[in-house]
Each structure stands twice: as structure tokens, then as C-alpha cells.
């Protein structure tokens, strides 16, 4: 069973950025594809991004431009930078591996 643990999640003010990791418990380069998925209030759970080690990726339409994931094999993490952040990204967000792993999340909220 993988394991992942999601960090980085935090209160922020409108426009401003947060960084966050996701660590697994066997090698990333070996999980595939990763995505970063979100449950905002009020909504079912969205897929943020996701992407595989071939390059391809994919962000949802509400984050494009703003959101940025990333691989570090060395850290062993998955990331997501999310910068301008706006009110409607408030959510817990969540790691996933393969389709079928899950983190346990972290909270986002973000407000003035």
C-alpha cells in the first residue's frame, strides 16, 4: 500500500501563494501519473492537476495560469505551487498516486 502525506496548506490572504508537498512512501518516479484533487465547500472533490513523468499535464480551467505542479525525485515529493490564490480555492487538498492512493489532505484557506 503507498502511503502519501500531504504538507504546506495554510491561511493566506487573496493574491498571495503557497507551496504544497506531497511525500510517498516508495519512490515518486515509480507512481503514475500524480494528480492534486481539492474539495471546496459547496463542491464535489475536483481534480486541480495532473500530470506523469512523460511530461503531460493537465490543470483544471479554474487554475490554469495560477497553479504549477512539479516532481522533485531527489526530496521525493510531488508539488503544487498555487499563486494568486483567490477566496474560491479555500478546500482541503489531496495527493493521489495512481489514481487509487490517497493523502490524508491539507487545509487551504484562503481570506483577507
Known amino acids: 500500500q503507498v502511503q502519501l502525506s500531504e504538507s504546506g496548506g495554510g491561511l493566506v490572504q487573496p493574491g498571495g501563494s503557497l507551496r504544497l508537498s506531497c511525500t510517498a512512501s516508495v519512490p515518486i518516479r515509480d507512481l503514475e501519473p500524480m494528480a492534486w484533487y481539492r474539495r471546496t465547500p459547496g463542491k464535489q472533490r475536483e481534480r486541480v492537476a495532473r500530470?506523469?513523468?512523460?511530461?503531460?499535464?493537465d490543470y483544471a480551467e479554474s487554475v490554469k495560469g495560477r497553479f504549477t505542479i512539479s516532481r522533485d525525485n531527489v526530496k521525493n515529493t510531488f508539488n503544487l505551487q498555487m499563486d494568486n490564490l483567490k477566496p474560491e480555492d479555500t478546500g482541503v487538498y489531496y495527493c493521489?498516486?495512481?489514481?487509487?492512493?490517497w493523502g490524508q489532505g491539507t487545509q487551504v484557506t484562503v481570506s483577507s
Open positions: 500530470g506523469n513523468t512523460l511530461g503531460s499535464i
Open positions: 493521489n498516486a495512481e489514481g487509487r492512493h
